[in-house]
């Protein structure tokens, strides 16, 4: 009893210190009682978790208050997004109807929403689901002006809602927030309208104590990304939202036009995108194989993503009618998200002759589990990248033992046993752009430089030095004026940093 009583007043006492200190020292305390283990945050163009980089790929699932007007919308969904579709994030969207109309359920749905999804394993992303612009147009809703899915572009209740979200959130790093979901007009827009709007709330959300990510949008319904690299918001763990349909490129510029390399500087995550099999839909996707291309583009310029809709009923769906059988969109989400998390969305697999059953497991055994200590150690993205880098040096994928035993080779920082004259010519072109000289290959440290380019080989974890790495990042991108954003990138950066090789 004498313990129980020192403990509520230990309790008590810190409970007092809490109340007479800063916003940003309270979340320090709260973060020592209630953190997670998942950290997530931002390092240039990057996403870390805990440090290491990771890709977030997931789906969206609407506003958690969809599950009172259809309740084959639940909570379980979060385990089989998890565990049968392999998403490691989810989109949460809150609609300001919703705030405005019933707050208090709305505040419990998406409490409820968030623990699903965090116990489940999943990150999330929080959006305030917002079509309009601050204080001005805003989409009108079908159902009426004051119904639950009103898109009100009304200020104060975005802060309001930031400032509650920011405490209410601010002690687990595994959860993101999403400014406002889609910025839009009948004008032509920029960015310069509506950053100090964003920044408003960005520091609302610093202000009340919250290290989580912050996603910031662009303009044009979230699509046009221009001007944001000039003026960017201000402040740590600051990534930005892309949204991407069918039509956008035929409707308005270009997707490159529209991203405007923001990838480059900042983690982008297309938090929206998707398409229908239904000629005359606005989402119809019988343009230019916007699937495939879409994939694509995801994949080579490292973009996190939510795919819009986990619903039967919001457009574009990915269930049928009956909220059991996928449509075509739908098996297309779930298998690419099977194809990141198993390293295969990464390899090129159209360009490689197909492979047996044997051959494809031993990859995936490799890319998820390690063969060794240090490729354990490493992780499963630097995994993937030797894989990878392979597959750039020989045109092919690993098949044979002697393969295996290169790769595994590679992932400790050893030369392969195989050479490839075109990977090690076309990494003498870039050794000539770095040195401003030729190589010599009787030189260990342009012999190192030479290999490492060529075959991708990883730095073993024990001798890994980030102060090296820091300035490895800045004579790179002094070189190419972006950070590393594809594995031939990461494996410059690796020759820099580690070969020794000089002008």
């Keep these: 009893m004498k313990r129980a009583r ?30 997670t283990k998942d950290v997530l945050t931002v390092a240039g163009n990057q996403v870390l978790l805990n440090g290491n980089k990771i890709l977030l790929s997931g789906v969206a699932v609407g506003d958690p208050h969809s599950r009172l007007t259809n309740d084959q919308r639940t909570i379980d969904d979060y385990e089989v997004i998890s565990k049968e579709w392999k998403a490691n994030v989810v989109r949460l969207s809150v609609h300001p109807g919703v705030w405005r109309r019933d707050e208090k359920r709305g505040k419990s749905m998406l409490e409820e929403e968030v623990k699903a999804a965090r116990d489940n394993g999943l990150f999330v992303i929080i959006d305030w689901h917002v079509i309009g612009n601050p204080n001005g147009w805003y989409k009108p809703c079908p159902w009426g002006e004051y119904h639950y899915y009103s898109y009100s572009s009304n200020f104060n209740i975005a802060k309001d809602f930031w400032k509650y979200i920011a405490l209410e959130y601010r002690s687990d790093r595994g959860v993101m927030f999403e400014l406002w979901n889609e910025p839009a007009d009948d004008k032509d827009q920029k960015w310069e309208y509506i950053q100090d709007y964003m920044q ?35 402040g740590d763990n600051i990534a930005y939202a892309w949204h991407n349909y069918p039509t956008n490129n035929s409707r308005y510029i ?89 390293g295969w969305a ?41 894989v990878f880098s392979f597959q750039q040096a020989f045109g092919r994928l690993p098949e044979s033992d002697t393969d295996h035993e290169d790769i595994k080779l590679i992932a400790n920082g050893h030369w392969p046993s195989q050479r490839s004259t075109v990977a090690e010519a076309k990494a003498q072109n870039t050794f000539r752009y770095i040195y401003k000289r030729e190589s010599n290959m009787d030189y260990p440290c342009d012999n190192a430089a030479i290999t490492v380019m060529a075959y991708g080989l990883r730095q073993r ?43």
């Excluded at 002759?353 to 063969?371: A, H, M, S, Y």
């Design 346 to 386: 990464y390899l090129n697999l159209e360009e490689t002759k197909p492979l047996d059953c044997d051959t494809q497991k031993r990859i995936t055994d490799f890319i998820k589990n390690g063969v060794d200590k240090n490729s354990i150690y490493i992780g499963e993205g630097e995994r993937k990248a030797v």
């Design 200 to 234: 408003r709330l960005t520091d609302i959300i610093k202000s009340n104590g919250a290290e989580n990510i912050i996603i910031g949008p662009g303009v044009w319904w979230t699509y046009d990304l221009r001007g944001v690299k000039n003026k960017p918001l201000s």
């Design 254 to 342: 270009s997707w490159d036009l529209a991203m405007d390399d923001l990838y480059k500087y900042y983690p982008i995550f297309v938090t929206e995108w998707g398409y229908t099999e239904e000629p005359g839909n606005m989402y119809y996707s019988n343009v230019d194989n916007y699937s495939e291309n879409l994939k694509k583009y995801l994949l080579e310029k490292g973009l996190h993503f939510t795919a819009w809709c986990w619903h039967a009923t919001w457009k574009p769906t990915m269930f049928k009618a009956n909220w059991v059988d996928l449509n075509e969109y739908g098996g297309f989400v779930k298998k690419l998200l099977a194809d990141i998390e198993n």
């Design 461 to 503: 974890a024990e001798n890994r030095n980030l102060e090296s790495e820091e300035r490895g990042l800045i004579i790179f991108k002094s070189l190419y004026n972006h950070l590393p954003d594809s594995t031939e990138d990461w494996n410059i950066l690796q020759a820099i940093t580690y070969s020794g090789a000089s002008r």
């Design 6 to 35: 020192i403990l509520l007043l230990s309790l008590l006492l810190i409970a007092i210190g809490v109340s007479a200190v800063d916003l940003s020292a309270q979340a320090g305390i709260l973060d020592f009682f209630y953190k």
